[in-house]
Protein backbone atom coordinates (compact mmCIF):
# COMPACT_ATOMS: atom_id res chain seq x y z
CA UNK A 1 0.00 0.00 0.00
CA UNK A 2 2.57 2.39 1.04
CA UNK A 3 4.87 2.02 -2.27
CA UNK A 4 1.79 2.24 -3.92
CA UNK A 5 0.95 6.03 -2.14
CA UNK A 6 4.40 6.88 -3.06
CA UNK A 7 4.21 6.49 -6.33
CA UNK A 8 0.97 7.87 -7.14
CA UNK A 9 0.93 10.76 -4.36
CA UNK A 10 4.31 11.47 -3.32
CA UNK A 11 6.57 10.73 -0.17
CA UNK A 12 4.25 13.53 2.24
CA UNK A 13 1.14 13.49 0.96
CA UNK A 14 1.84 9.68 1.76
CA UNK A 15 2.96 10.34 5.04
CA UNK A 16 -0.04 12.47 5.57
CA UNK A 17 -2.82 10.03 4.32
CA UNK A 18 -0.77 7.39 6.79
CA UNK A 19 -1.20 9.57 10.28
CA UNK A 20 -4.53 10.87 9.47
CA UNK A 21 -3.85 14.55 8.44
CA UNK A 22 -5.98 13.98 5.17
CA UNK A 23 -8.28 11.58 3.84
CA UNK A 24 -7.87 9.83 0.62
CA UNK A 25 -11.52 11.47 -0.80
CA UNK A 26 -9.54 15.12 -0.39
CA UNK A 27 -6.73 13.88 -1.60
CA UNK A 28 -8.45 12.52 -4.85
CA UNK A 29 -10.61 15.75 -4.98
CA UNK A 30 -6.90 17.39 -5.12
CA UNK A 31 -5.63 15.28 -8.03
CA UNK A 32 -8.93 15.78 -9.93
CA UNK A 33 -8.40 19.59 -9.57
CA UNK A 34 -4.43 19.50 -10.40
CA UNK A 35 -5.40 17.67 -14.02
CA UNK A 36 -7.28 20.99 -14.75
CA UNK A 37 -5.07 23.33 -14.11
CA UNK A 38 -3.12 24.52 -17.43
CA UNK A 39 0.17 25.26 -15.52
CA UNK A 40 2.22 22.83 -12.71
CA UNK A 41 1.00 23.07 -9.39
CA UNK A 42 1.92 20.92 -6.75
CA UNK A 43 -0.67 18.69 -4.88
CA UNK A 44 0.62 19.48 -1.44
CA UNK A 45 0.19 23.27 -2.45
CA UNK A 46 -3.86 22.40 -3.89
CA UNK A 47 -4.66 20.83 -0.48
CA UNK A 48 -3.03 23.57 1.30
CA UNK A 49 -5.33 25.75 -1.08
CA UNK A 50 -8.54 24.04 -0.41
CA UNK A 51 -7.28 24.10 3.76
CA UNK A 52 -7.79 20.29 3.93
CA UNK A 53 -3.93 20.53 5.39
CA UNK A 54 -1.99 23.11 7.08
CA UNK A 55 1.64 24.08 7.36
CA UNK A 56 1.71 23.18 10.83
CA UNK A 57 0.28 19.61 9.86
CA UNK A 58 3.41 19.06 7.45
CA UNK A 59 5.97 20.31 10.31
CA UNK A 60 4.40 17.55 12.42
CA UNK A 61 4.21 14.96 10.50
CA UNK A 62 7.62 15.38 8.92
CA UNK A 63 9.66 15.61 12.35
CA UNK A 64 7.67 12.77 13.66
CA UNK A 65 8.69 10.33 10.51
CA UNK A 66 11.86 8.43 10.59
CA UNK A 67 11.61 7.37 7.03
CA UNK A 68 14.38 9.65 4.92
CA UNK A 69 13.43 11.96 2.62
CA UNK A 70 15.62 13.19 -0.52
CA UNK A 71 15.96 17.44 -0.14
CA UNK A 72 15.13 17.37 -3.88
CA UNK A 73 11.94 15.12 -3.18
CA UNK A 74 11.44 18.06 -0.46
CA UNK A 75 11.31 20.94 -2.20
CA UNK A 76 9.51 19.72 -5.58
CA UNK A 77 6.68 18.31 -3.14
CA UNK A 78 6.56 21.64 -1.12
CA UNK A 79 5.95 23.74 -4.02
CA UNK A 80 9.85 25.34 -3.75
CA UNK A 81 11.51 23.50 -6.91
CA UNK A 82 9.62 22.54 -10.12
CA UNK A 83 10.35 18.67 -11.62
CA UNK A 84 12.02 20.17 -14.58
CA UNK A 85 14.26 22.20 -12.34
CA UNK A 86 15.35 19.61 -10.29
CA UNK A 87 16.38 17.70 -13.17
CA UNK A 88 18.24 20.57 -14.17
CA UNK A 89 20.10 20.78 -11.15
CA UNK A 90 20.87 16.91 -10.74
CA UNK A 91 22.23 17.32 -14.41
CA UNK A 92 24.63 19.99 -13.40
CA UNK A 93 25.46 17.68 -9.99
CA UNK A 94 26.41 15.07 -12.54
CA UNK A 95 28.31 17.24 -14.68
CA UNK A 96 30.27 18.74 -11.77
CA UNK A 97 33.92 16.96 -11.29
CA UNK A 98 33.63 17.91 -7.44
CA UNK A 99 30.38 16.39 -7.17
CA UNK A 100 28.92 19.45 -4.97
CA UNK A 101 26.08 18.70 -3.04
CA UNK A 102 22.65 19.50 -4.45
CA UNK A 103 21.42 22.24 -2.07
CA UNK A 104 25.01 24.57 -2.86
CA UNK A 105 23.96 23.94 -6.57
CA UNK A 106 20.35 24.83 -6.24
CA UNK A 107 21.15 28.23 -3.92
CA UNK A 108 24.27 29.35 -6.58
CA UNK A 109 22.47 28.68 -9.94
CA UNK A 110 19.49 31.00 -8.76
CA UNK A 111 17.00 27.64 -8.67
CA UNK A 112 16.10 28.77 -4.58
CA UNK A 113 16.72 31.11 -2.20
CA UNK A 114 19.23 30.54 0.35
CA UNK A 115 16.62 31.37 3.01
CA UNK A 116 13.87 29.21 1.48
CA UNK A 117 16.28 26.21 0.95
CA UNK A 118 17.58 26.59 4.72
CA UNK A 119 14.61 26.71 6.10
CA UNK A 120 13.46 22.99 3.69
CA UNK A 121 16.52 21.57 5.21
CA UNK A 122 15.49 22.52 8.93
CA UNK A 123 12.30 20.70 8.27
CA UNK A 124 13.93 17.82 6.69
CA UNK A 125 16.81 17.47 9.61
CA UNK A 126 14.98 19.07 12.30
CA UNK A 127 17.43 21.31 13.47
CA UNK A 128 16.17 25.21 14.38
CA UNK A 129 17.37 28.24 12.25
CA UNK A 130 18.71 31.69 13.51
CA UNK A 131 19.82 34.79 11.82
CA UNK A 132 23.55 35.52 13.68
CA UNK A 133 23.89 38.78 15.28
CA UNK A 134 26.61 40.64 17.14
CA UNK A 135 23.86 40.49 19.98
CA UNK A 136 23.00 36.59 19.93
CA UNK A 137 26.60 35.25 20.05
CA UNK A 138 28.88 34.04 22.70
CA UNK A 139 31.69 36.36 22.31
CA UNK A 140 34.11 34.88 24.62
CA UNK A 141 33.57 31.85 23.30
CA UNK A 142 34.07 33.00 19.40
CA UNK A 143 37.81 34.11 20.71
CA UNK A 144 38.66 30.12 21.13
CA UNK A 145 38.31 29.49 18.01
CA UNK A 146 40.36 30.84 14.91
CA UNK A 147 38.48 33.11 12.94
CA UNK A 148 39.96 31.47 9.40
CA UNK A 149 38.56 28.52 10.48
CA UNK A 150 34.99 29.34 11.42
CA UNK A 151 35.43 31.79 8.11
CA UNK A 152 36.60 28.23 5.94
CA UNK A 153 34.10 25.90 7.57
CA UNK A 154 31.18 28.37 8.11
CA UNK A 155 29.76 28.43 11.52
CA UNK A 156 29.89 30.36 14.71
CA UNK A 157 29.06 29.44 18.40
CA UNK A 158 26.33 31.08 19.43
CA UNK A 159 26.03 30.21 23.32
CA UNK A 160 26.59 27.49 25.71
CA UNK A 161 23.77 25.50 27.87
CA UNK A 162 23.74 22.93 30.34
CA UNK A 163 27.36 21.94 28.73
CA UNK A 164 26.22 21.74 25.23
CA UNK A 165 27.31 24.92 22.96
CA UNK A 166 24.55 26.29 20.39
CA UNK A 167 26.44 26.23 17.08
CA UNK A 168 25.29 27.97 14.04
CA UNK A 169 26.94 26.20 10.54
CA UNK A 170 26.32 27.01 6.95
CA UNK A 171 25.68 23.17 6.36
CA UNK A 172 25.24 20.99 9.65
CA UNK A 173 26.20 18.00 7.52
CA UNK A 174 29.51 18.79 6.73
CA UNK A 175 31.25 16.67 9.09
CA UNK A 176 34.83 18.06 8.81
CA UNK A 177 33.06 21.37 10.12
CA UNK A 178 31.50 19.86 12.73
CA UNK A 179 35.15 18.25 14.13
CA UNK A 180 36.85 21.43 13.72
CA UNK A 181 33.90 23.24 16.21
CA UNK A 182 34.27 20.23 18.39
CA UNK A 183 38.38 20.51 18.32
CA UNK A 184 37.81 24.24 19.84
CA UNK A 185 34.62 24.15 21.59
CA UNK A 186 34.40 20.43 22.95
CA UNK A 187 32.57 17.34 22.47
CA UNK A 188 29.18 18.95 23.08
CA UNK A 189 27.95 20.65 19.93
CA UNK A 190 24.09 21.30 19.11
CA UNK A 191 23.49 22.38 15.51
CA UNK A 192 21.67 24.86 14.71
CA UNK A 193 21.10 26.21 10.49
CA UNK A 194 22.05 29.58 9.73
CA UNK A 195 22.61 31.45 6.23
CA UNK A 196 26.50 31.47 5.33
CA UNK A 197 26.30 34.94 4.39
CA UNK A 198 24.91 36.03 8.16
CA UNK A 199 27.79 33.64 9.65
CA UNK A 200 30.38 35.48 7.44
CA UNK A 201 29.14 38.92 8.01
CA UNK A 202 28.67 38.57 12.08
CA UNK A 203 32.22 37.34 12.21
CA UNK A 204 33.18 40.39 10.00
CA UNK A 205 31.28 42.86 12.47
CA UNK A 206 33.26 41.01 15.40
CA UNK A 207 36.25 41.58 14.32
CA UNK A 208 35.65 44.95 13.63
CA UNK A 209 33.96 45.86 16.36
CA UNK A 210 37.23 44.26 18.66
CA UNK A 211 39.74 46.40 16.69
CA UNK A 212 37.59 49.58 17.43
CA UNK A 213 37.07 51.94 20.36
CA UNK A 214 34.74 50.95 23.23
CA UNK A 215 31.31 52.76 23.02
CA UNK A 216 30.96 55.83 25.65
CA UNK A 217 28.45 55.50 27.66
CA UNK A 218 27.25 57.60 30.75
CA UNK A 219 26.07 60.90 31.75
CA UNK A 220 29.55 62.56 32.85
CA UNK A 221 29.93 63.75 29.30
CA UNK A 222 27.36 65.14 26.50
CA UNK A 223 28.99 62.37 24.45
CA UNK A 224 27.57 59.37 26.49
CA UNK A 225 24.47 61.52 27.38
CA UNK A 226 23.82 60.92 23.72
CA UNK A 227 24.60 57.59 23.31
CA UNK A 228 22.57 56.81 26.51
CA UNK A 229 19.24 58.66 25.07
CA UNK A 230 19.96 56.45 21.97
CA UNK A 231 20.66 53.49 23.64
CA UNK A 232 17.94 53.45 25.91
CA UNK A 233 15.46 53.86 23.32
CA UNK A 234 16.91 51.17 21.55
CA UNK A 235 15.93 48.99 24.06
CA UNK A 236 12.45 50.50 24.50
CA UNK A 237 11.90 49.44 20.81
CA UNK A 238 10.48 53.32 20.21
CA UNK A 239 10.50 54.58 17.04
CA UNK A 240 11.40 58.14 17.64
CA UNK A 241 12.84 60.05 20.08
CA UNK A 242 11.75 63.64 20.35
CA UNK A 243 14.30 65.65 22.42
CA UNK A 244 12.58 69.30 23.65
CA UNK A 245 14.07 72.27 25.21
CA UNK A 246 11.56 73.85 27.53
CA UNK A 247 11.65 77.30 29.59
CA UNK A 248 12.84 75.35 32.40
CA UNK A 249 14.75 72.43 31.49
CA UNK A 250 15.31 70.16 28.49
CA UNK A 251 12.25 67.28 27.78
CA UNK A 252 13.20 63.67 26.18
CA UNK A 253 10.44 61.62 25.66
CA UNK A 254 10.28 58.34 23.06
CA UNK A 255 7.16 57.13 20.34
CA UNK A 256 6.78 53.66 21.66
CA UNK A 257 3.56 51.66 19.86
CA UNK A 258 3.07 55.18 18.37
CA UNK A 259 2.58 56.96 21.58
CA UNK A 260 4.67 59.60 23.25
CA UNK A 261 5.38 58.39 26.80
CA UNK A 262 7.85 60.11 29.15
CA UNK A 263 11.82 59.07 29.56
CA UNK A 264 13.79 61.56 31.00
CA UNK A 265 14.24 65.30 31.73
CA UNK A 266 18.25 67.18 31.52
CA UNK A 267 19.19 70.73 32.87
CA UNK A 268 18.68 73.31 30.33
CA UNK A 269 22.20 73.97 30.78
CA UNK A 270 22.91 71.22 28.69
CA UNK A 271 20.66 72.17 25.41
CA UNK A 272 23.50 73.92 23.19
CA UNK A 273 26.13 71.03 24.08
CA UNK A 274 23.81 68.22 23.55
CA UNK A 275 22.36 69.88 20.06
CA UNK A 276 25.95 70.64 18.89
CA UNK A 277 26.42 66.91 19.13
CA UNK A 278 23.84 65.58 17.42
CA UNK A 279 25.14 67.92 14.55
CA UNK A 280 28.55 67.16 14.78
CA UNK A 281 27.21 63.20 14.37
CA UNK A 282 25.08 64.23 11.65
CA UNK A 283 27.22 66.37 9.66
CA UNK A 284 24.72 69.41 10.25
CA UNK A 285 25.80 73.20 10.80
CA UNK A 286 27.08 73.38 14.43
CA UNK A 287 26.98 77.42 13.68
CA UNK A 288 23.78 77.37 12.39
CA UNK A 289 20.83 78.01 15.25
CA UNK A 290 18.12 80.20 13.22
CA UNK A 291 16.87 77.86 10.81
CA UNK A 292 15.88 74.19 10.40
CA UNK A 293 18.37 71.40 9.53
CA UNK A 294 18.15 67.63 8.96
CA UNK A 295 20.93 64.78 8.16
CA UNK A 296 21.51 61.55 8.93
CA UNK A 297 23.20 59.13 11.97
CA UNK A 298 24.81 55.82 11.33
CA UNK A 299 25.03 54.33 14.85
CA UNK A 300 26.92 52.14 15.55
CA UNK A 301 26.72 49.95 18.84
CA UNK A 302 27.08 47.11 20.66
CA UNK A 303 24.11 44.87 18.96
CA UNK A 304 24.73 46.33 15.12
CA UNK A 305 24.00 49.77 13.00
CA UNK A 306 21.56 52.42 13.81
CA UNK A 307 20.24 54.63 11.21
CA UNK A 308 18.67 57.70 12.35
CA UNK A 309 17.07 60.72 10.07
CA UNK A 310 17.63 63.80 12.02
CA UNK A 311 15.39 67.35 12.03
CA UNK A 312 16.21 70.09 14.20
CA UNK A 313 13.56 72.66 14.62
CA UNK A 314 14.00 76.11 15.86
CA UNK A 315 11.26 77.10 18.58
CA UNK A 316 11.32 79.87 21.08
CA UNK A 317 13.14 77.95 23.51
CA UNK A 318 16.25 75.91 21.79
CA UNK A 319 16.20 73.63 19.03
CA UNK A 320 13.89 71.06 19.29
CA UNK A 321 15.46 67.49 17.72
CA UNK A 322 13.36 64.47 16.35
CA UNK A 323 15.57 61.06 15.64
CA UNK A 324 13.66 58.37 13.58
CA UNK A 325 14.87 55.37 14.50
CA UNK A 326 15.42 52.78 11.33
CA UNK A 327 16.82 50.09 12.98
CA UNK A 328 18.75 48.42 9.67
CA UNK A 329 17.09 45.34 10.08
CA UNK A 330 16.85 41.83 8.39
CA UNK A 331 13.70 40.53 9.11
CA UNK A 332 10.15 41.17 6.91
CA UNK A 333 6.80 40.36 7.84
CA UNK A 334 5.34 37.35 5.82
CA UNK A 335 2.74 39.43 3.76
CA UNK A 336 0.48 36.70 5.36
CA UNK A 337 1.31 37.51 8.39
CA UNK A 338 0.40 41.65 8.61
CA UNK A 339 -2.91 41.12 9.49
CA UNK A 340 -4.77 41.25 6.56
CA UNK A 341 -8.23 39.19 7.25
CA UNK A 342 -7.78 36.29 4.86
CA UNK A 343 -11.06 37.41 2.15
CA UNK A 344 -8.99 40.94 1.87
CA UNK A 345 -5.42 38.91 1.86
CA UNK A 346 -6.68 36.40 -0.78
CA UNK A 347 -7.94 39.31 -3.20
CA UNK A 348 -5.22 41.81 -2.51
CA UNK A 349 -2.88 38.92 -3.54
CA UNK A 350 -4.36 37.90 -6.97
CA UNK A 351 -5.49 41.15 -7.79
CA UNK A 352 -3.00 43.22 -6.84
CA UNK A 353 0.09 41.67 -5.73
CA UNK A 354 0.14 38.93 -8.82
CA UNK A 355 -1.00 41.32 -11.15
CA UNK A 356 1.61 41.21 -14.01
CA UNK A 357 2.07 45.12 -14.15
CA UNK A 358 0.14 48.33 -12.76
CA UNK A 359 0.72 50.76 -9.50
CA UNK A 360 0.38 49.29 -6.13
CA UNK A 361 -0.06 51.96 -3.95
CA UNK A 362 -0.04 51.63 0.17
CA UNK A 363 -1.27 54.68 2.08
CA UNK A 364 -1.46 56.03 5.35
CA UNK A 365 0.21 58.77 7.80
CA UNK A 366 4.13 58.79 9.00
CA UNK A 367 4.66 55.94 11.16
CA UNK A 368 1.39 53.30 9.82
CA UNK A 369 3.84 50.77 9.04
CA UNK A 370 3.51 51.58 4.89
CA UNK A 371 7.06 50.26 4.04
CA UNK A 372 6.89 47.10 5.77
CA UNK A 373 3.78 46.29 3.80
CA UNK A 374 5.49 47.63 0.83
CA UNK A 375 8.84 44.96 1.42
CA UNK A 376 6.48 42.54 2.21
CA UNK A 377 4.84 42.75 -1.04
CA UNK A 378 8.31 42.53 -2.40
CA UNK A 379 9.06 39.50 -0.16
CA UNK A 380 6.81 37.25 -2.20
CA UNK A 381 7.82 38.45 -5.33
CA UNK A 382 11.14 38.39 -5.08
CA UNK A 383 12.63 35.55 -7.11
CA UNK A 384 15.83 34.76 -9.15
CA UNK A 385 14.27 35.34 -12.46
CA UNK A 386 13.01 38.74 -11.07
CA UNK A 387 14.39 42.37 -11.51
CA UNK A 388 13.36 44.72 -8.67
CA UNK A 389 14.63 48.09 -8.34
CA UNK A 390 14.24 50.58 -5.66
CA UNK A 391 14.52 54.29 -5.33
CA UNK A 392 14.03 55.06 -1.37
CA UNK A 393 14.91 57.78 1.17
CA UNK A 394 16.18 56.32 3.13
CA UNK A 395 16.50 52.83 2.69
CA UNK A 396 15.00 50.98 5.17
CA UNK A 397 15.04 47.52 5.09
CA UNK A 398 18.58 46.06 3.47
CA UNK A 399 17.39 43.14 1.22
CA UNK A 400 20.11 40.66 -0.37
CA UNK A 401 19.32 40.01 -4.23
CA UNK A 402 17.34 43.79 -5.37
CA UNK A 403 18.99 46.69 -6.68
CA UNK A 404 18.12 49.55 -3.54
CA UNK A 405 18.78 53.12 -4.03
CA UNK A 406 19.40 55.30 -1.18
CA UNK A 407 18.18 58.95 -2.00
CA UNK A 408 20.95 61.88 -1.37
CA UNK A 409 20.27 65.60 -2.03
CA UNK A 410 23.23 66.53 -0.66
CA UNK A 411 25.27 65.17 -3.82
CA UNK A 412 22.15 65.62 -6.40
CA UNK A 413 21.22 62.11 -6.32
CA UNK A 414 17.44 62.89 -6.05
CA UNK A 415 14.21 61.39 -6.55
CA UNK A 416 13.34 62.79 -10.27
CA UNK A 417 17.14 61.91 -11.27
CA UNK A 418 16.92 58.30 -10.13
CA UNK A 419 13.88 57.82 -11.30
CA UNK A 420 14.77 59.35 -14.86
CA UNK A 421 17.43 56.46 -15.05
CA UNK A 422 15.60 54.14 -13.15
CA UNK A 423 13.30 52.67 -16.05
CA UNK A 424 16.31 52.15 -17.97
CA UNK A 425 17.84 49.20 -15.62
CA UNK A 426 15.41 46.76 -17.30
CA UNK A 427 13.26 46.24 -14.22
CA UNK A 428 10.24 43.75 -13.79
CA UNK A 429 9.29 46.02 -10.81
CA UNK A 430 9.62 49.36 -9.65
CA UNK A 431 9.55 50.09 -5.86
CA UNK A 432 8.88 54.35 -5.19
CA UNK A 433 9.59 55.16 -1.59
CA UNK A 434 6.82 57.39 -2.09
CA UNK A 435 5.07 59.71 -4.23
CA UNK A 436 5.39 63.14 -3.36
CA UNK A 437 4.67 65.00 -6.49
CA UNK A 438 3.47 65.34 -9.67
CA UNK A 439 6.96 64.01 -11.27
CA UNK A 440 6.69 60.94 -9.07
CA UNK A 441 3.61 60.34 -10.07
CA UNK A 442 4.24 60.83 -13.50
CA UNK A 443 6.97 58.46 -13.45
CA UNK A 444 5.02 55.56 -11.38
CA UNK A 445 1.98 56.11 -14.34
CA UNK A 446 4.20 55.53 -17.54
CA UNK A 447 5.82 52.63 -15.69
CA UNK A 448 2.91 51.08 -15.33
CA UNK A 449 1.62 51.90 -18.82
CA UNK A 450 5.11 50.37 -20.37
CA UNK A 451 3.67 46.95 -18.54
CA UNK A 452 5.88 47.44 -15.50
CA UNK A 453 4.71 46.64 -11.63
CA UNK A 454 5.12 49.72 -9.94
CA UNK A 455 4.90 49.96 -5.72
CA UNK A 456 4.91 53.12 -3.67
CA UNK A 457 3.59 54.51 -0.72
CA UNK A 458 1.14 57.80 -0.06
CA UNK A 459 0.20 59.89 2.43
CA UNK A 460 -3.86 59.88 2.46
CA UNK A 461 -6.05 59.06 5.16
CA UNK A 462 -8.32 56.78 3.12
CA UNK A 463 -7.79 54.28 0.15
CA UNK A 464 -10.17 56.91 -1.92
CA UNK A 465 -8.20 59.20 -1.07
CA UNK A 466 -5.23 58.03 -3.01
CA UNK A 467 -7.32 58.28 -5.89
CA UNK A 468 -8.44 61.70 -5.17
CA UNK A 469 -5.13 63.14 -4.90
CA UNK A 470 -3.83 61.45 -7.52
CA UNK A 471 -6.61 63.10 -9.63
CA UNK A 472 -5.20 66.40 -7.88
CA UNK A 473 -1.74 65.93 -9.05
CA UNK A 474 -3.29 66.51 -12.61
CA UNK A 475 -3.32 63.00 -13.66
CA UNK A 476 -5.59 62.21 -16.08
CA UNK A 477 -8.53 60.35 -14.80
CA UNK A 478 -8.34 58.01 -17.93
CA UNK A 479 -4.58 57.02 -16.80
CA UNK A 480 -5.46 56.36 -13.21
CA UNK A 481 -8.26 54.01 -13.99
CA UNK A 482 -6.23 52.06 -16.49
CA UNK A 483 -3.06 51.73 -14.61
CA UNK A 484 -3.95 51.60 -10.50
CA UNK A 485 -4.83 48.14 -10.02
CA UNK A 486 -4.91 48.58 -5.92
CA UNK A 487 -4.67 50.63 -3.06
CA UNK A 488 -4.27 49.54 0.80
CA UNK A 489 -4.66 51.90 3.26
CA UNK A 490 -3.46 50.69 6.57
CA UNK A 491 -3.05 52.20 10.00
CA UNK A 492 -1.22 50.65 13.27
CA UNK A 493 -3.36 50.43 16.18
CA UNK A 494 -2.01 49.21 19.59
CA UNK A 495 -2.41 45.63 20.79
CA UNK A 496 -3.98 44.64 24.32
CA UNK A 497 -1.81 43.48 26.60
CA UNK A 498 -2.16 39.62 26.71
CA UNK A 499 -0.64 39.90 30.16
CA UNK A 500 -3.63 41.87 32.04
CA UNK A 501 -6.28 41.31 29.61
CA UNK A 502 -9.84 41.45 30.74
CA UNK A 503 -13.63 41.22 29.10
CA UNK A 504 -15.30 44.86 28.83
CA UNK A 505 -18.32 46.26 27.08
CA UNK A 506 -18.76 49.27 25.15
CA UNK A 507 -20.07 52.34 27.04
CA UNK A 508 -23.22 53.96 26.00
CA UNK A 509 -20.76 57.35 25.00
CA UNK A 510 -18.56 54.67 22.93
CA UNK A 511 -21.76 53.06 21.32
CA UNK A 512 -23.05 56.65 20.18
CA UNK A 513 -19.11 57.84 18.60
CA UNK A 514 -19.12 54.28 16.78
CA UNK A 515 -22.78 55.16 15.45
CA UNK A 516 -24.33 51.65 16.04
CA UNK A 517 -26.27 49.76 18.70
CA UNK A 518 -25.94 46.62 20.99
CA UNK A 519 -27.58 44.39 18.52
CA UNK A 520 -24.86 45.31 15.43
CA UNK A 521 -22.30 44.37 17.89
CA UNK A 522 -23.63 40.92 18.65
CA UNK A 523 -21.31 38.06 19.18
CA UNK A 524 -18.45 41.03 19.87
CA UNK A 525 -16.11 39.48 22.89
CA UNK A 526 -14.28 43.09 23.71
CA UNK A 527 -11.30 43.39 25.86
CA UNK A 528 -8.95 46.45 27.43
CA UNK A 529 -5.47 45.85 29.75
CA UNK A 530 -5.72 46.46 32.92
CA UNK A 531 -2.14 47.55 33.11
CA UNK A 532 0.62 45.67 34.54
CA UNK A 533 5.14 45.44 34.56
CA UNK A 534 4.92 43.78 31.22
CA UNK A 535 2.78 46.95 29.47
CA UNK A 536 4.47 49.42 32.12
CA UNK A 537 0.89 49.84 33.45
CA UNK A 538 -0.51 51.34 29.91
CA UNK A 539 -2.75 48.09 28.88
CA UNK A 540 -1.19 47.81 25.43
CA UNK A 541 2.27 45.63 24.28
CA UNK A 542 2.95 45.72 20.87
CA UNK A 543 0.94 46.77 17.60
CA UNK A 544 -1.63 45.08 15.22
CA UNK A 545 -2.21 46.17 11.45
CA UNK A 546 -5.66 47.33 10.32
CA UNK A 547 -6.50 47.73 6.46
CA UNK A 548 -8.76 48.86 4.09
CA UNK A 549 -8.26 47.09 0.30
CA UNK A 550 -9.12 49.11 -2.95
CA UNK A 551 -9.48 46.88 -6.07
CA UNK A 552 -10.15 49.07 -9.06
CA UNK A 553 -13.20 46.99 -10.57
CA UNK A 554 -15.08 47.51 -13.36
CA UNK A 555 -17.46 49.96 -12.01
CA UNK A 556 -14.68 51.84 -9.76
CA UNK A 557 -12.67 52.47 -13.16
CA UNK A 558 -15.97 53.91 -14.45
CA UNK A 559 -17.26 56.33 -11.43
CA UNK A 560 -12.99 58.00 -12.02
CA UNK A 561 -13.52 58.38 -15.84
CA UNK A 562 -16.70 60.13 -14.78
CA UNK A 563 -14.97 62.20 -12.30
CA UNK A 564 -17.42 61.37 -9.65
CA UNK A 565 -16.85 62.54 -5.93
CA UNK A 566 -14.63 60.42 -3.49
CA UNK A 567 -18.30 59.89 -1.33
CA UNK A 568 -19.54 58.36 -4.54
CA UNK A 569 -16.60 56.01 -5.03
CA UNK A 570 -16.86 54.88 -1.36
CA UNK A 571 -20.21 54.11 -1.91
CA UNK A 572 -19.98 52.27 -5.20
CA UNK A 573 -16.42 50.54 -3.72
CA UNK A 574 -18.95 49.40 -0.64
CA UNK A 575 -21.89 48.34 -2.31
CA UNK A 576 -20.47 46.78 -5.47
CA UNK A 577 -16.75 45.90 -4.75
CA UNK A 578 -16.69 44.26 -1.03
CA UNK A 579 -14.80 47.15 0.05
CA UNK A 580 -14.61 46.67 4.42
CA UNK A 581 -13.35 50.53 5.55
CA UNK A 582 -10.26 50.67 8.02
CA UNK A 583 -12.95 51.77 10.28
CA UNK A 584 -14.91 48.40 10.01
CA UNK A 585 -11.74 46.10 10.22
CA UNK A 586 -10.02 48.22 13.26
CA UNK A 587 -14.16 47.13 14.62
CA UNK A 588 -13.84 43.43 13.85
CA UNK A 589 -9.90 43.28 15.65
CA UNK A 590 -11.63 45.02 18.52
CA UNK A 591 -14.54 42.80 18.67
CA UNK A 592 -11.59 39.67 18.65
CA UNK A 593 -9.86 41.68 21.49
CA UNK A 594 -6.99 42.08 19.31
CA UNK A 595 -7.43 45.65 20.35
CA UNK A 596 -9.75 48.00 21.93
CA UNK A 597 -12.43 50.28 21.04
CA UNK A 598 -10.76 53.12 22.40
CA UNK A 599 -7.41 52.51 19.98
CA UNK A 600 -10.22 52.28 16.76
CA UNK A 601 -12.27 55.76 17.97
CA UNK A 602 -9.16 57.48 18.72
CA UNK A 603 -6.70 56.40 15.18
CA UNK A 604 -9.23 55.42 12.43
CA UNK A 605 -11.77 57.95 10.34
CA UNK A 606 -15.58 57.82 10.73
CA UNK A 607 -17.11 58.41 6.87
CA UNK A 608 -20.23 56.35 7.40
CA UNK A 609 -22.07 54.08 10.25
CA UNK A 610 -20.48 50.52 10.14
CA UNK A 611 -22.29 47.91 9.06
CA UNK A 612 -23.53 45.21 11.41
CA UNK A 613 -20.10 43.01 12.95
CA UNK A 614 -21.91 39.39 11.97
CA UNK A 615 -21.61 41.09 8.31
CA UNK A 616 -18.44 42.54 8.61
CA UNK A 617 -16.96 38.81 9.50
CA UNK A 618 -18.59 37.70 6.78
CA UNK A 619 -16.70 39.94 4.33
CA UNK A 620 -13.64 39.28 6.14
CA UNK A 621 -13.45 35.61 6.44
CA UNK A 622 -12.89 35.61 10.11
Known sequence: MTTALKESYGTIIDLLLQTNKVNRQQVEHAVRIQAKLTSFRP???ILKDLKFVTDQDVKDTLSKTSAPIRIGDLLTELGYLSPEDLEAACRLQKEDENREKLGRILVRHNFIDEQ???????????????EPALNNIDKKMCSKVPRASMISHGF????SEDGMVRVAFADPLDQEALQVAKRYLGAGIVPIIAQE????????QLSEKSAGQPLTLGTSTIVGTVNAIILAAVKNNASDIHIEPLQDRLQVRFREDGVLS???EYPKEIIPALSSRIKIMCQADIAEKRRHQGGRILFA?????LDLRVSFFVTIHGEKIVLRLLNRKQELFDLQAIGLAPRMLSRFLEDAVYQPSGVLLVTGPTGSGKTSTVYSCIHTLKNPQVSIITAEEPVEYVIEGIAQCSIDPKIDLTFEETLRHIVRQDPDVIVIGEIRDTYSAEVAVQAALTGHKVLSTFHT????????????????????????????AQRLLRRVCPTCAVDTSPTPIQLQRLRCNSVDLQGAQFKKGRGCRACKQTGYRGRVGVFELLVLDEQVRNAILDKKTSYEIRAISINHSGLVTLFEDG?????????TLDEVLRCLPIFNPPRPLLELRRLSGV
Open 156 to 159: IPLR
Open 461 to 488: DDSIGGLVRLLNMDIAPFLVSSTVVSVL
Open 116 to 130: AFIEVLSIQMGYPII
Open 301 to 305: YDEGE
Open 197 to 204: RSIKKTLD
Open 587 to 595: LVKAAAGIT
Open 43 to 45: LLK
Open 262 to 264: HFQ
